[in-house]
């Protein structure tokens, strides 16, 4: 194994004592090892008797080195930098920030770990099968003597998820004991593993084209190629590649076929995954104008967690730039020391610093995306701390914020995301437009911030769920609000307001008379649902000339989400959603913005983008409207995850399939459920949709672990826009509900889209 010949793994595996650090007040010793897989970190307190914890080193992203934490940094005075290190795990996991009793045992944590991680992400499909097949190894050999008896098995099956019959699981036992030793050892375990996960699915296919049942020639692959995977001409020389790039048997090769083994690879490869993977690549036209696109956008993105008490951080603003978000939202206050404070205004969440949030934003927010980055300013800042931010952006971001037009000349239309490239636009008030900034006082007074704007009834009482004196100190001071919303706007802040200058929404009969392309409006959700349903073609229109953002009600307490969907139906570019809550409502931020490089910015479809009057309601109105069918067989799981974590418990998973796009679209149906069985359950059963405006569907494959006394449990999902969809025989690779993969757990279907030839 990997681990076994380096020295710093083998100190990792001897174990060490380490600081947990959750505060300034709470740092506890934890004894943490490298288990013997070499992929598990566990830790445990000196004084948990037999409890413990765990986690696997494929959920870590990165390794910190020193105090590049908000945790350890409030520590700075008590530990030095060459002891701390900090883990930052995929999803919405917390990180773990870990102090260390000496500079060289903290190098010895930190290299080892980022050993690990470049070894997981460098291992092949089957490098990874086989690490996951000695896992479950090491898990089923309880008493660690390198084989497994027949009770150990029967184990293994349960926490595998396979509630399979006694007799059966021998004779598959028994044909692995090739030393008739009544155990199985490592090779054994193997072959096993191999008999338990034939795939009887992937052989029906495989029969249906092979001639003589063992192979695919040359011409029999090209043939499925085009019949079932839909692949026009360049489907022999495909086939050629397919068997060159996945074929493992050389005589195969040689004789230019395809076995079950190679068939079966393809199969479940990337390059055979329902999300297109050419179109996972940045293939679009960046050069439109910035109205043209749906932008990755969040709301109060300094929230860990709720609206009320969460914890404001700059890990916050890492973590959504990191995901592809390019519009990221501060909410600035005076704070002490002439130093502006961001954080949810007159809640109890904790205040960060802004100069910080703009530290984090330049060094990370074209990491993952070379595209522009919006900062929407909520200022409720007084003239000398406006003029602190103005000094602080202008300091911190430097060339990278744009402070003028590009060529110095007013636009008749925005700029693209391609003009753009590398640039920190400010969305805030501004004093008059670009035509006349030179001619105007040095202040003026409005209303400094968008969300202001809001109905206060969204802070009452009764929204907030509070008791007692909480309630009342923030109902009062929500009053104060109401009274200070007009303040004074500093010539310093405005000036660097450019492309996104945010303007009070009157009407679209004025926006189209009056407006400005570079003045955009904020629509809190109910505001802006209420316009995409009485007036969405005029809403449309409007999209193709000027940002919109809309934000989430002030109800949302929990930090929850409204369904972005409805707002992407009528053009709106930025629906900032609450990245740090984890649902629906974000799987379809993300299924959308998968595509396109996960640059953050997604191409509006045509008929959204020129002066066409598409109206979301009445989509068969359109020029050149055609309807689609969608037909999915759902064939089978693989190695589906499991929901209850005790022992003996078996899933009973179903799959339902749910599109979301203009109302007309909305659908869902699922498969029945099947008896305990997570590990290959079966299904074969067809699901069809008649879909109206493919451009702006989304499809989501969701499998639930079936209760019939209570709500199904979530066990995996994943959202595909139709328009990146791959028709054919396709896996799909499920991804938790922080959006992070699931290893090897998958669904097996068929795909079909047919334009409808008759009315329905």
Not at 476 to 489: E, F, G, H, V, Y
Not at 597 to 617: A, H, I, Q, T, W
Not at 719 to 735: D, K
Request: glycine residues 6%.
């Amino acid at each position: 194994m990997f681990a076994q010949g380096d020295k710093d793994l083998q100190v990792m595996k001897a174990g060490a004592m380490l600081r947990k650090v959750k505060s300034r007040s709470w740092k506890k010793q934890r004894h943490f090892r490298l288990q013997e897989d070499g992929q598990t970190i566990w830790y445990k307190s000196r004084w948990a008797g037999t409890g413990h914890s765990t986690f696997s080193v494929a959920d870590v992203d990165v390794v910190r080195e020193g105090h590049q934490s908000e945790i350890l940094l409030s520590i700075a005075d008590e530990f030095p930098a060459d002891l701390c290190f900090t883990l930052v795990f995929r999803g919405r996991r917390s990180n773990l920030d870990l102090v260390a009793e000496s500079p060289s045992e903290a190098q010895v944590w930190i290299r080892g770990v980022r050993k690990l991680i470049q070894n997981t992400e460098s291992m092949n499909d089957k490098e990874r099968l086989d690490q996951w097949i000695w896992d479950w190894f090491q898990k089923a050999d309880k008493n660690k003597d390198g084989r497994m008896n027949f009770k150990e098995v029967r184990t293994l099956l349960k926490m595998m998820n396979v509630d399979m019959n006694e007799e059966y699981a021998l004779r598959l036992f028994t044909m692995a004991d090739k030393s008739e030793s009544g155990c199985l050892e490592n090779e054994e375990f193997v072959q096993f593993y191999k008999m338990l996960t034939e795939r009887e699915d992937v052989w029906r296919v495989f029969q249906d084209y092979s001639r003589d049942g063992q192979i695919l020639t040359l011409a029999e692959l090209e043939d499925f190629l085009k019949q079932e995977q839909q692949e026009g001409e360049r489907s022999l020389e495909h086939a050629q590649e397919l068997i060159d790039r996945y074929e493992p048997s050389e005589n195969a090769k040689k004789h230019g076929a395809m076995s079950i083994d190679g068939f079966q690879m393809y199969l479940v490869s990337p390059e055979s995954a329902v999300l297109d993977p050419q179109l996972l690549a940045l293939h679009q036209d960046m050069s439109q104008p910035l109205s043209h696109y749906f932008i990755c956008s969040s709301h109060n993105t300094y929230l860990m967690d709720d609206q009320l008490r969460g914890q404001s951080s700059q890990e916050a603003y890492i973590q959504a730039l990191k995901r592809g978000c390019r519009c990221v939202e501060v909410d600035c206050w005076d704070g002490p020391n002439g130093e502006p404070v961001v954080y949810h205004g007159h809640t109890f969440t904790s205040k960060i610093l802004f100069r910080d949030v703009i530290t984090t934003l330049a060094e990370y927010a074209f990491k993952v995306s070379e595209f522009p980055v919006i900062l929407s300013l909520e200022n409720h800042c007084s003239m000398e701390q406006q003029r602190v931010m103005a000094q602080l952006l202008d300091t911190i971001l430097g060339d990278t914020l744009l402070t003028a037009p590009l060529d110095r000349l007013v636009p008749q239309e925005l700029p693209s995301p391609q003009d753009l490239k590398g640039k920190v636009l400010l969305k805030a008030k501004k004093i008059g437009g670009l035509e006349e900034s030179e001619t105007l006082t040095d202040e003026v007074t409005d209303e400094v911030s968008d969300e202001d704007e809001a109905d206060p009834k969204s802070l009452s009482a009764e929204a907030l769920h509070l008791n007692d004196k909480v309630c009342g100190d923030i109902c009062s001071l929500t009053c104060n609000i109401l009274s200070l919303q007009k303040s004074k706007l500093s010539r310093e802040l405005s000036d660097l307001v450019v492309y996104c200058k945010s303007v009070h929404f009157h009407s679209f009969e004025y926006s189209r008379l009056h407006s400005k392309c570079y003045e955009m409006s904020s629509f809190s959700e109910s505001k802006a649902r209420k316009l995409a349903k009485d007036t969405g073609a005029e809403f449309v229109r409007h999209n193709s000339r000027q940002l919109s953002r809309v934000y989430p009600s002030g109800m949302r307490t929990d930090s929850s989400n409204y369904n972005p969907q409805e707002l992407w139906n009528v053009g709106c570019q930025i629906v900032a959603l609450n990245f740090q809550t984890a649902g629906l409502e974000m799987d379809l931020n993300d299924g959308l913005f998968s595509q396109n490089g996960c640059c953050g910015y997604v191409l509006k479809p045509d008929f959204m983008r020129n002066d066409d009057s598409f109206d979301p309601e009445r989509p068969q109105d359109r020029n050149g409207y055609t309807s689609l069918r969608l037909s999915i067989q759902v064939i089978s799981g693989q190695q589906l995850p499991k929901v209850n974590q005790k022992e003996g418990s078996i899933v009973d998973p179903l799959v339902r399939v749910e599109i979301y796009g203009v109302f007309q679209d909305q659908a869902k149906q699922e498969t029945s459920y099947i008896d305990n069985n997570g590990f290959n359950p079966l299904w074969n059963e067809t699901l069809n949709f008649i879909v109206h405006v493919p451009e702006l569907a989304l499809v989501r494959f969701v499998v639930e672990d079936y209760d019939k006394a209570s709500r199904n449990d979530f066990m995996g999902q994943f959202t595909v826009p139709f328009t990146c969809i791959q028709p054919g025989y396709r896996h799909i690779h499920l991804l938790s509900k922080d959006g992070t993969a699931i290893p090897l757990s998958s669904l097996f279907v068929n795909i079909k889209i047919s334009e409808l030839t008759t009315e329905v």
